[in-house]
């Protein structure tokens, strides 16, 4: 994800970043979109929310196995 750091003059031509926001390209064709840190939490949260169902997680959660983070670690070099 890229960062684009908004200055005092533009932050004032966007209303103060204090609502969601369309930014358009001359034609009035939509480019993306700006909503506050609150309300892209509550996006992703959704997304992650419509990709699993709850057997799933519960299915996900009784696994076990898998090999101690020591061994990885040594497996990677960094150990």
């Known amino acids: 994800m890229s960062k684009v750091i908004v200055d005092d003059e533009l932050r004032a031509k966007l209303n103060g970043l204090n609502a969601d926001t369309v930014f358009c ?5 939509p480019l993306g979109y700006f909503v506050s840190p609150e309300e ?22 009784q696994l076990t196995g898998g090999r101690p983070l020591a061994d990885i670690w040594k497996d990677l070099g960094a150990a």
Not at 25 to 29: E, I, K, L, V
Not at 41 to 54: I, K, V
């Open 25 to 29: 390209d001359p034609s009035g064709q």
């Open 40 to 61: 892209y939490r509550r996006f992703q949260y959704a997304l992650a929310l419509g990709r699993h169902s709850d057997e799933d997680v519960e299915r996900l959660r």
